[in-house]
Structure formats: structure tokens, C-alpha cells
């Protein structure tokens, strides 16, 4: 007996320090999960908090969301009418869609499925660089390289306009996209392919019809994280769209988007007067824009999966 228990005792230590850490990393783990849904409720109470009473006192909801007239320093009426900032930020947002989404699914199907070896690390590596390229930058790219060029190219006045903030912010979504799509697609089990091969079909048929098939789930996420990053973008946004108040009629329109109107007022209003409520009124607005997004995206994963 007295033998054994030298080696017995060390045993036990490793097992308790074993215990420990395996407690600890569960811990730490639930911490970790459980903060992000605190700190999103928390971000929804703050922002609720701030614009409720301008919601209950005596906003008209309807003009709100319908009047094109967004005039909170008017010195003969106020008018927050927040329409044209909501089709602002659609059309936007739209255009950058149409941009992004072709040459993101066309990047990622091209690094996941055609690039190999060196080619496909290096690609991988600049479509991260882009999405390290802070928005201020593209901004910036936006209001000194696309302004001139859209004006001598299309021969318009102005070159900020739903054009210019849409290819920016087409760029900008892209490589978070491609990243997002090409995991997707590399998830894909290789027996898949191999048994496409097996029954004859080319390159281009095993990605059309058992690839792209069997990734849809990432490939929707992918899309829809592109949507609320073009919802939620601002300073280039603001520095592209030409921050004017407007309901569009064309691609070379300015306009303003919901986020470049709070980044551009909220430093400059009375913290608790109804222009600063307004404006959290708009935030309490996008958060929900984005709430419906992330919903559409479950449910439409969902029915994806059971079918």
C-alpha cells in the first residue's frame, strides 16, 4: 500500500487540475455567450430608454415614418420625418447589394473551388486585407477618386450620389462576404463532388448543382451580413452619398442615410431636447431593421433545412 500511494497522489493532482480547468473553460465559456446577449439587450434598453419618450410624447408615428421632411432646427416649424432617410439608406444599401453580391459569390467560388496551392492563399490573404481597410478610407477613396471620376465619366454636377456611396460600400461588404461564402463552400463535403464526378458531370455542374446547393445556408448568411453591414455603415456613407436630404429619382442623387444623420447631428443637439430623442428614435429604428434581417435570415435557413 505504501508503495502505491506516490504515484497514486500525483495522479489525483493531475485529475483535480484537470477538474479545475474543465470548470473554469465552461465558465468562462457561458460568460463569454451569455455577455453578448446582455450587452445587445443592453444597447436596445440604452437606445429605448433615450428615445422613448420622444415616441410616446407627441410624435405622430405615421408622419414619422412617411414625411420627407427631416427639418429639427427649423426655426418657424420642426418636422422629423424620417422617410427620406429610410429610402436614403435602401437605395444604398441596394445598389451595393447588386454590386457585391455577383463578385463576392463569384471570388469565393473562384478561391474555394478553382484556386489552389499559393494562388489561393494569397487571394485569401488580400480579400482580408481589404475588409482590414478602415471605412474613413474608403470614404475618403470615395470623396476625392470616385467624385471626380463619376462627374467626367457620366457628366453630372455632382458626383456624392447614390452611385459613388453604392460602389463604396459595395467594395467594402465584399470581402466580408467572400470570406463568409467560401467557408461555406468549403464545408461541403468532398464525397459530394467525387460522386458528381463519378456520374459524369463537368467542373462547372458539380458547383451549379451540388456545391452552391449544399452551401446555400452560408451563402444566405453571407448575403444578409452584407445587407446589415450596408444598413449600419456611416462614415462612408456620410463622406460618399453627398449627406443630402432627398428622395431619389436616379443613381446620381444624393442622398442622406439614417446612420450619417445620427453621426452628424447627435454631437450637436441638447442632450434630452426632442431632436435628441428624434435621433435615437432613428437608432431604435435600425435596430429593428437589423432585428428583421437576422429574422428573415433564421427563418429562411430554417425552411432551407427542412426541406
Known sequence: MSASTPSTLPDLDRRTFAWFVDKG???????????????????????????LPFITGEMDIWEFLTSPNWRPTSETKTTYGAFALIV??????????????????????????????????????????????????????????????????????????ILNSGIILGLMAAPIMTTIAEDALKAVP???????????????????????????????????????????ETMAVLMASGHSINIPGGIFDSVRALTATIAAELG????????????????ILLFLVTFVINLTADLVVRGIRKK
Open 25 to 51: 473553460m465552461q465558465v468562462f465559456m457561458f460568460v463569454g455567450g451569455i455577455s453578448a446577449i446582455v450587452l445587445i439587450v443592453g444597447i436596445f434598453v440604452f437606445i429605448t430608454k433615450e428615445g
Open 88 to 161: 436614403g439608406t435602401a437605395s444604398v444599401t441596394g445598389l451595393a447589394m447588386l454590386i457585391a453580391v455577383p463578385f463576392s459569390l463569384g471570388a469565393a467560388i473562384f478561391i474555394a473551388e478553382f484556386a489552389t496551392g499559393r494562388t489561393r492563399e494569397i487571394l485569401k490573404i488580400l480579400v482580408e486585407m481589404l475588409a482590414a481597410i478602415p471605412s474613413v478610407v474608403w470614404g475618403f477613396i470615395g470623396l476625392s477618386i470616385m467624385n471626380p471620376l463619376i462627374i467626367e465619366t457620366f457628366n453630372v454636377p455632382v458626383g456624392l450620389n
Open 190 to 232: 468532398d464525397t459530394y463532388r467525387e460522386a458528381a464526378e463519378a456520374m459524369g458531370a463537368t467542373r462547372w455542374q458539380i458547383i451549379w448543382r451540388v456545391v452552391l446547393p449544399a452551401a446555400r445556408n452560408g451563402l444566405v448568411a453571407a448575403v444578409l451580413l452584407g445587407v446589415g453591414r450596408g444598413f449600419g
Open 268 to 283: 450637436e443637439t441638447v442632450p434630452g431636447s426632442d431632436h435628441y430623442r428624434a435621433l435615437f428614435t432613428l437608432g
